[in-house]
């Protein structure tokens, strides 16, 4: 009976040693380098939904709506005396419309990479210094002028039969008039 708690205490022995040592081992080498972080130190932020109307032929023909992220400084943005928000939207808007060119109807025209490019060199270039380092995609649509028409009809129709469908059980729980 000794002997098996004495092979059993040996057994724990060797074997927490063996942790030990492989923890040590592991630890001075290093099992890998500490991932780094995209951008380390800058801020991300975060803009609403900007919405530009595309006007083709003296006409709306859709809206353009982005939701952007970009990259900044703290200490840039700091020293900025109009909100960083405003001069993204303006510089969006500047944009679009100095490139007519773009035909968001037709998906294969369209290089996001070299919009967000132009934004945050046009932005940088404005200010005056590197302020935007990256600007990043959220979202991006563009609803022509007949898909507004097809949901603004969609909806009201669901409207007047939402309402309709209420109308009808007040009626029917009204006393019957004598």
């Known amino acids: ?21 492989s923890f040590q081992a592991a630890g001075e080498r290093g099992v890998g380098e500490k991932p780094k972080p995209m951008l380390g130190g800058l ?4 803009t609403d939904v900007i919405s530009v109307p595309l006007i083709r032929d003296s006409k ?3 809206y353009f ?3 952007l992220v970009y990259t900044v ?20 808007y500047s944009y679009l419309y100095a490139n007519p060119q773009i035909d968001f109807s ?6 996001l990479d070299a919009f967000r490019t132009a934004i945050r060199d046009s932005i940088n270039s404005r200010v005056g210094a590197n302020l935007v380092h990256e600007v990043l995609i959220d979202q991006v649509n563009f609803l022509s ?6 949901n603004w009809l969609r909806r009201r129709q669901e409207s ?3 309402a309709a469908g209420t109308a009808k059980p007040a009626e029917a729980e009204a006393p019957p008039a004598h």
């Open 60 to 62: 709306i023909g859709g």
């Open 43 to 46: 801020d991300y932020v975060k």
């Open 73 to 92: 400084e703290p200490e840039q943005i700091k020293k900025l005396s109009i909100p960083a928000e405003a001069l993204i939207t303006d510089q969006v």
């Open 145 to 150: 002028k007949d898909e507004i028409r097809d």
């Open 65 to 67: 709506l982005a939701k």
């Open 1 to 21: 009976m000794i002997k098996i708690i004495a092979i059993a205490v040996w057994v724990c022995a060797a074997t927490l040693g063996a942790v030990f040592y």
């Open 106 to 111: 037709k998906k294969a025209t369209i290089d």
């Open 160 to 162: 007047d039969t939402a």
